[in-house]
């Protein structure tokens, strides 16, 4: 299965190439999704889950990659945890962002520990290297919906939610 993550990977950083996060560093956007599967497999998170973290944003940021696409790479499994974690890019934000409260319920563990870590990366991020034109009421209202998200999930592991919870608390000291 070690085979799966690293062929994850090497796809992620393929197709993430010239990527960067918004924050004034402009860190390369594959340390984004390394981060989230680090925690994802320190979370417990089984293989499939691990290499679906690394693909997370694949389907959304990087057409004209599909769904099919990553199943005919991955296998199904990856693929349906890559699926319940991808937003319908031609939804408005606001559309997108709502629908990620109201199905957060109904998220299999897997993608529900792939939501988990990607909230606690984009969170720390925040504080660490915050995108540049974001103000500070911006930055708290993305912790507010971000907590929204995490605890409307069913499958919350204990070590997950601590350093979600963790990440949070710090980002919030830092702006307040």
Known sequence: MTDLIARARAFAEAQHAGQTRKGAEAAPYITHVAEVAEMVQRFGGPPEAVAAALLHDVVEDCPPTDIKDIADRFGATVAAIVAE?????????????????????RKSPQAALIKIADKTSNVRAIEQAPPTDWSTARKLAYLDWAEQVVTALPHRPVAAMTAFTRALDDTRAALT
């Open 85 to 105: 974690v991808t937003d319908d890019k031609t939804l408005p934000k606001a559309e997108r962002k709502r629908l990620q409260v109201v199905n957060a319920a």
